[in-house]
């Protein structure tokens, strides 16, 4: 195969696999199938294409050899059931095959189908690995090898996880569809949690050598924005992609020259992706046009525009960002953002009055293993003059994260040698 069929063929699978897949599992109600075929299709590209040269339009190639597969396995179904009252029903309710041909029906409600494969994708009845696993891989179009080497876990544990969600999913008969009015906001805020879960572990790396992983943002801020064209009308949806959007734009300046990490107050803004900002402060306003300024993420978006907004570290309205964080407290009721309304608290109002807030969460036993706890009191020891004490905080943090380049940091900031 040569290397520009091999580029076309893999750049058009990532983007159309979602759609095929979707369209798929509408007309054979079945994810495992659906995927099935759709990689048949992937199939019959890489062994059609070298010999005959990538087709004008490669996406309606793979369409039209996913609809015949599809076509063939529905007739199959056919011969070998004989229940023909039963079939038309099925496929009345999926395609309305009845009434017209099925070729035709895989191109209408694309749009409909992909929130569809977003809503099973993320169901709750998943734990949140299996969500984002699955997420990646039929949304994302990623491989079971890509998502393990994304997460620095066994790809086994990652493909053992997409047959057990499948399975679950089959077993609980999760229907394909988009949730009733009672459920869907429910529904949604669990595909906007997948969504955020990505990215999260795209911009602050839970474990390993490298402090961020921008692909793993990439493909939250493609879903996120795949999402908010299927529901326009849904505030939190602009609101989590603009709080992506905004944080996004300071991937550039998290890392430097050898990976190192690089924290907010020392990054060179100059180096923050202007239009990244400018997207995310008019998706920021979408959202609060639409009514979801005081949501979850409209809140963590308006904390994030603060910054973005402040050419220096120096103008940083910290006032602003403590009281959205003191709002965003009473929606969630996270010991995290307690801490993080703490910390902006103390450089608000002084470190003396952020070190009563950390030390006021020090008993909470959801915060005995996170190293940003200790870490933070380092920061406003050392600012009060502590230094002795700080340097104890900073080594205790470093103990516990298990990203090498936050323990660098850390160990750093106590003035320990870093290996």
Known sequence: MTTDSHAAIEAVWRLEAPRLTAGLMRLVRDLGAAEDLAHDALVAALQQWPSDGVPRNPAAWLMQAAKHRAIDLLRRRT???????ELARELDE????ARRDPADALDDDIGDDLLRLMFIACHPVLSAEARVALTLRLLGGLTTDEIARAYLVPEPTIAQRIVRAKKTLAKKRV??????????????????EVIYLVF??????????????????DEAVRLGRVLTTLVPGEGEAHALVALMELQASRLRARVGPRGEAILLLDQDRGRWDRLLIGRGLAALDRAV?????GGFYALQAGIAACHARATTAEATDWARIASLYARLTDVTRSPIVRLNHAVAVGRAEGPAAGLVLVDALAAD????SYPYLPGARGD???RLGRVEEARAEFVRAASMTRNA????VLLARAGAKVS
Do not use: Q
Request: hydrophobic content about 40%.
């Open 175 to 192: 229907p394909f569809e988009v949730p009733a009015p009672a459920e869907r906001m429910v529904r949604l805020a669990s595909v906007l």
């Open 365 to 368: 036993p959801s915060l005995a």
């Open 289 to 293: 046009a639409l009514g979801g300024g």
């Open 94 to 97: 999926g395609m309305r095959l």
């Open 405 to 408: 380049r936050d323990r660098d």
């Open 79 to 85: 011969r070998s059931d004989r229940k023909h009252d």
């Open 380 to 382: 406003l020891l050392e």
């Open 200 to 217: 999260n572990e795209g911009y602050a790396a839970t474990a390993g050598e490298d402090w961020i992983r921008p692909s793993l943002c």
